[in-house]
């Protein structure tokens, strides 16, 4: 990182020309325009909301929307989108566990089974997609339901039931639990090992998007497919590329899910792909492709972790929730569409 | 007639390069034919581009210039006739293989992302990074200094590299795929239709780039359909029709109304002319095809059938 000094006083002699203008075309202003909205909304009706160990709880509702909300950012930036996520992370989660259940061997070689599964669902769904060039809707609403279906079926003939036996006395099972579903304890408060995986997540993606070739691509992919190509980037790669990183966030999301309860129901997950779609679209990414960022995926994200907490802070009765999400979606995508043209039109 | 046609064979034989005196041409085409499966698209083609001249491809829909674009780019392969790089006998297999023989096109789709930075879209695909293994990344100011010195180089004065080129207008947005080709190492700039879907005004900033790119010593093709565009900062006029080569001119041999003659066709005119007079057309409209069918009757009494 040496060379980084080199060109740090440079940048700052641009991004200080016009910093209000800057920040007015960021993707993800209209998201955080909400986020502080209801921050304040939910710290003024529910205090407790304030409190540190409410804080650590909204954060690690955030995290389990906002791992996965990472890979679907840049997935959607590139033009696609995955409706079998939700399903995806609990065929990992399966993979893992019936993979070192029924062979009886350590958990890790089962965690790494999941990977290759995880990372197989998304090249699957990548190489059909680019093969025959169907919608990604079509294609992943294929293998969402084809993986809902498996999830059930499968557990049950190697199982005998619908949820997975418990692996807590499976040899390796401290070591992963430390990893993926363990809580740091920060002051008086403990903060869920997830929180820390996503705010890396979100670090590392957004140093790609901006900073890297391939993010170079992948805004190219989404904006305009044919004129990528005639300039020589590899569309197919980078959209392949772009389910696979999908399908490690679901590989974390499910090894985390596994180790936090022990035991995999085999019918869950479905729904879940809209929660993640909802966090990056609320983040100020194009459903269309080619704009967006994974900070804003992770405001999206965000949101959704303080709507879901606030609203039971609040004493609120939880069914409207739901309400409360759609209402966010319409609001933030709107100020997103404000926001950007007319700082397109300046 | 009064148009003389350039004497081809004179012309890639004898005729030096007039910036480098040498005696090769950049690209030259000599007979060159093509055809899909039993349809001639294109035949007898022969033409030359040269560092710092202007070769205008000029024809209506179908006459075959999108094929011997494609041929020139690397996209299809001739059938007929020799294409010669620098003097040697070609055949491009790809617009990659083109590219690396310097040979650049710029289609009217522009290739360009509308939604990304102007800076990102000159070096997209080409992008220069710095440091190495997982900390190699975007050099991202370089890339900015480099993008905003070509374009103003190219007269384009940009306040701000950081903009989505989708802000910018049909022309200007011409421009930096034009000012990308030269970066990238292009002698030869094939413009396909740039003013096609451009206003007068527009255009006029996009056949200034044309002059800019050839004043910096590019051999440039330009492709179009209106002899207004092409004759102002055309050197050579090559006419297609139907396929065909129906004329090859240097500009001192040939004027704008001659050139137009040309391109329209008296015969259709003069047929356009009865058909409307039939239908009992607009009076104004049919005055305007008759004056028109006059004019190229005067400039050009016998077609150029001879030629062929």
Redesign the interface.
């Known amino acids: 990182m040496a060379n980084a000094v080199l060109t740090a006083p440079s940048d700052e002699r641009v991004s200080t020309r016009n910093p209000l203008q800057k920040l007015l075309v960021r993707p993800e202003i209209g998201a955080l325009v909400g986020a502080v909205v209801l921050f304040v909304f939910f710290s003024a009706i529910a205090p407790v909301f304030l409190q540190p160990n409410s804080l650590a709880t909204v954060l690690y509702g955030s995290s389990t929307i906002g791992i996965m909300a990472v890979g679907v950012a840049l997935l959607m930036i590139g033009g696609e989108f995955d409706l079998s996520t939700g399903v995806a992370v609990i065929t990992s989660a399966l993979s893992a566990s019936m993979f070192s259940w029924y062979f009886s061997m350590n958990i890790w070689v089962g965690v790494l089974f999941a990977l290759v599964v995880s990372l197989g669902i998304g090249f699957i769904n990548g190489w059909i997609l680019v093969k025959t060039k169907l919608p990604s809707f079509i294609v992943t609403l294929a293998t969402f339901l084809m993986l809902a279906g498996l999830n059930l079926g499968l557990t049950r003939l190697i199982g005998g039931a619908v949820a997975t036996p418990s692996i807590s006395d499976i040899d390796g099972f401290d070591t992963a639990r430390a990893i993926f579903a363990s809580s740091v304890k920060i002051g008086t408060v403990d903060v869920n090992v997830t929180v820390f995986i996503w705010i890396a997540l979100v670090l590392i993606a957004s140093w790609v998007l901006l900073r890297t070739r391939v993010g170079n691509w992948i805004f190219a992919v989404g904006g305009d497919a044919n004129a990528a190509r005639a300039v020589g980037v590899p569309v197919t790669k980078t959209k392949i590329g772009l389910f696979m990183a999908v399908g490690f966030c679901g590989w974390i999301l499910g090894m985390h899910n596994l180790f936090a309860f022990n035991t995999v129901q085999s019918g869950e997950g479905v729904g879940n792909e809209f929660l993640y779609i909802i966090a990056a679209v609320i983040g100020g990414c194009l459903l269309t492709g080619g704009y967006g960022s994974a900070v804003g995926g992770a405001i999206g994200a965000f949101i959704f972790g303080m709507a879901n907490k606030g609203i039971v802070y609040a004493q609120w009765n939880p069914d409207w929730f739901k309400f409360f999400l759609g209402l966010m979606l319409l609001l933030a995508t709107i100020v997103n569409l404000i926001v950007k043209r007319r700082a397109e039109s300046k | 007639m009064n148009a003389q046609q350039i004497d081809q064979q004179t012309l890639l034989k004898e005729e030096k390069d007039p910036l480098t005196h040498t005696p090769v041409h950049l690209l030259s085409l000599d007979k060159v034919g093509k055809h899909y499966g039993n349809v001639i698209a294109l035949r007898d083609v022969t033409m030359a581009v040269d560092n710092g001249r202007v070769t205008c491809v000029l024809g209506d829909n179908g006459a075959g210039k999108s094929t011997l674009i494609k041929i020139i780019a690397g996209l299809h392969q001739h059938d007929e006739g020799s294409f010669k790089i620098m003097g040697e006998d070609r055949k491009l297999g790809s617009p990659?293989e083109a590219l690396d023989a310097g040979i650049a096109a710029v289609?009217q789709?522009?290739?360009?992302?509308?939604?990304?930075p102007i800076w990102?879209n000159f070096?997209?695909?080409?992008?220069l990074?710095?440091?190495a293994g997982p900390?190699?990344?975007?050099?991202?100011?370089r890339m900015?200094d480099i993008t905003l010195k070509e374009l103003a180089e190219m007269g384009i004065d940009l306040r701000d590299v950081?903009q989505?080129i989708?802000?910018l207008s049909g022309g200007e947005r011409q421009c930096v795929a034009i000012a990308r080709a030269v970066y990238f190492g292009a002698k030869v700039l094939i413009l396909d239709e740039p003013t096609a879907a451009l206003g007068v005004k527009q255009s006029g900033v996009v056949l200034r780039y044309i002059l800019q790119a050839r004043d910096r010593g590019l051999g440039v093709i330009f492709i179009t359909h209106n002899p207004h565009h092409a004759f102002p900062v055309g050197d050579r006029f090559l006419l297609l029709k139907r396929g065909k080569s129906i004329g090859y001119y240097d500009k001192k041999d040939i004027t704008l109304e001659e050139l137009t003659a040309q391109m329209a066709g008296g015969a259709e005119l003069a047929e356009l002319a009865h058909e409307l007079e039939q239908l009992g057309g607009h009076t104004e409209a049919l005055n305007e095809v008759k004056a028109e069918v006059e004019g190229v009757a005067v400039a050009a009494p016998e077609s150029s059938t001879k030629r062929h």
Do not use: N
């Not at chain 2, 789709?109 to 990304?116: G, K, P, T």
């Not at chain 2, 070096?123 to 992008?127: A, I, K, M, P, Y």
């Not at chain 2, 900390?135 to 100011?141: G, H, Y």
């Open positions: 990659r289609y789709d522009l290739a360009v992302v509308s939604l990304m990102r070096f997209l695909g080409s992008e990074t710095t440091g900390f190699r990344r975007l050099d991202v100011q900015k950081e989505p989708g802000q």
